[in-house]
T-cell receptor, first 114, second 114 residues
Framework: AQSVTQLDSHVSVSEGTPVLLRCNYS??????LFWYVQHPNKGLQLLLK??????LVKGINGFEAEFKKSETSFHLTKPSAHMSDAAEYFC????????????FGKGTRLSVIA | KAGVTQTPRYLIKTRGQQVTLSCSPI?????VSWYQQTPGQGLQFLFE???????NKGNFPGRFSGRQFSNSRSEMNVSTLELGDSALYLC?????????????FGPGTRLTVL
């Protein structure tokens, strides 16, 4: 069975400061990992994905995540937060086969303070 | 290309009624997945259809069902509605060339059961 645990339900940062959203995963085989973002009243959008290639993955809007197998982590970072980054972020795991359903974490709500 | 569309966007029903939600995937996408999003349980996978066949099913009661048509449009049905079925229902489409886990989400249908 696969699962992800997002360690913070809510993170608040000031505009221009770094963002760190933490995610640990559990998988019985080599996982594919993703971060999705959900802005209010909108659908989810894929930020970035890891599928066993480079362990440091760059995504849209300046976000990146590093896959650390030894720590079973896939934390999301951004050097400098922008007001438009305020949203709900989901860490997601899937088996490498494209037929495996996505398993979502509970989400981390990111607030950005001016 | 037009994105994933879901109709209706909002729906209010009473307990015991049934409801049908519709999803039109991105043109050319043959896989459609459905998710239920609630504050308590987060995002949970309902089922996935590929070329009119259910390929995966989540852990939901038989009151939840779906189907996919030859044009890849999909519908989900919930019979004998319960208060706990109040949720945002999200549809996502994908195709194999996008890689595992790369799904494109619609804005969702907000179902309220009174």
């Amino acid at each position: 069975a696969q699962s992800v645990t997002q360690l913070d339900s809510h993170v608040s940062v000031s505009e221009g400061t770094p963002v760190l959203l933490r995610c640990n995963y559990s998988s019985s085989y080599s996982p594919s990992l993703f971060w999705y973002v959900q802005h209010p009243n909108k659908g989810l959008q894929l930020l970035l994905k890891y599928t066993s290639a480079a362990t440091l993955v760059k995504g849209i809007n300046g976000f990146e995540a590093e896959f650390k197998k030894s720590e079973t982590s896939f934390h999301l970072t951004k050097p400098s937060a922008h007001m438009s980054d305020a949203a709900e972020y989901f860490c997601v795991v899937s088996g490498y086969s494209g037929n495996t359903p996505l398993v979502f974490g509970k989400g981390t709500r990111l607030s950005v303070i001016a | 290309k037009a994105g994933v569309t879901q109709t209706p966007r909002y729906l209010i029903k009473t307990r015991g009624q049934q409801v049908t939600l519709s999803c039109s995937p991105i043109s050319g996408h043959r896989s459609v997945s459905w998710y239920q999003q609630t504050p308590g349980q987060g995002l949970q996978f309902l089922f996935e259809y590929f070329s009119e066949t259910q390929r995966n099913k989540g852990n939901f009661p038989g009151r939840f069902s779906g189907r996919q048509f030859s044009n890849s449009r999909s519908e989900m049905n919930v019979s004998t509605l319960e208060l706990g079925d109040s949720a945002l229902y999200l549809c996502a489409s994908s195709n194999p060339s996008g890689g595992p886990g790369t799904q494109y989400f619609g804005p969702g249908t907000r179902l309220t059961v009174l």
